[in-house]
């Protein structure tokens, strides 16, 4: 009996990019090497030397950060707790709006001439810094934290929506055809189709938006939007070094019982 004879399998070529391809990526990369080189200057890289030259005064401030002065821990505290409250309600906001948005933004449940004011109107939000929206609401319900909690949710809102319409585009198709298929309504075939499929990663984005926005907060107190962020620009100012470094540790602790607290909760989500 003549053995069988086997027929080598043919090795596949490897694969190759056409020219139009290959110069796309050249005008890319070689505009961002272009534009490195060229904000050189601009952004002042020339005096990173000194970082050494004054390293005498950064061991100063330094050694006045290593004294943390706890003596006004409770006010601190309470303080602080204030701003994860700011953050905490502005997110909550700001997901209430963003579901609507995300939906109306994403192209494959929505028109094209609603997907397109929506993400204009999302990048609007998105654009404008929080210390500018929250000034912006000092002026409408002045100093305290309502206005930090408004800018949060605002500028959130922009960043959420944005993400919940790209997860909505990812979707899988066949449980939203498996509704459609039973006479549903659009309505039915989001809450059915959509929801169930988008649900974890959308709490997911919210909840790493809440551990950003618990920083934000802090940094919104500059301009008298409440919370710890105001008592820490009030020590900077008043060159109260020691407390300055009680109130960094404080919120060092507390975003990082916040960030372990909300990667529990994903890991039960996804």
């Known amino acids: 009996m003549t053995a069988a004879t086997v027929t080598p399998t043919p090795v596949p070529a490897a694969p190759s990019k056409s020219l139009g391809a290959w110069l796309l990526d050249l005008l890319v990369w070689g505009g961002i090497a272009v534009v490195l080189i060229g904000s050189f200057n601009a952004v002042e890289l020339k005096n ?8 005498q005064d950064i061991s100063t401030f330094a050694q006045e950060l290593l004294k943390p002065d706890f003596s006004n821990w409770k006010l601190l505290v ?16 700001a997901v209430f709006l963003a579901i609507p948005l995300g939906l109306a933004a994403a192209r494959n449940i929505a028109p094209a001439w609603v997907v397109t004011p929506i993400r204009i109107f999302m990048n609007l939000l998105r654009s404008i810094p929080d210390l500018v929206i929250g000034l912006l609401f000092i002026v409408a319900v002045g100093l305290g934290p309502l206005a930090g909690v408004l800018a949060i949710a605002l500028n959130t809102a922009g960043v959420l929506a944005k993400l919940f319409s790209e997860a909505v ?6 449980p939203v055809e498996g509704v459609r298929a039973t006479g549903a309504s659009p309505l039915h075939e989001i809450f059915w189709g959509v929801l169930p499929q988008v649900g974890p990663l959308w709490t997911s984005f919210a909840l790493y938006r809440f551990e950003s926005n618990s920083r934000s907060a802090t940094v919104l107190g500059l301009i008298g939007a409440g919370g710890i962020g105001q008592l ?17 540790i404080i919120v060092i602790v507390a975003v990082t019982l916040i960030d372990m607290l909300s990667q529990a909760m994903r890991k039960r989500l996804l």
């Open 48 to 55: 990173l030397g000194r970082v050494f030259t004054n390293s």
């Open 78 to 93: 309470a303080q602080m707790w204030q701003t994860i409250q700011i953050a905490l309600w502005g997110t909550f906001i």
């Open 169 to 174: 585009e990812s979707i899988d198709k066949g």
């Open 232 to 248: 820490l620009f009030e020590s900077m100012g008043a060159f109260d070094y020691n407390q300055v470094s009680a109130i960094v």
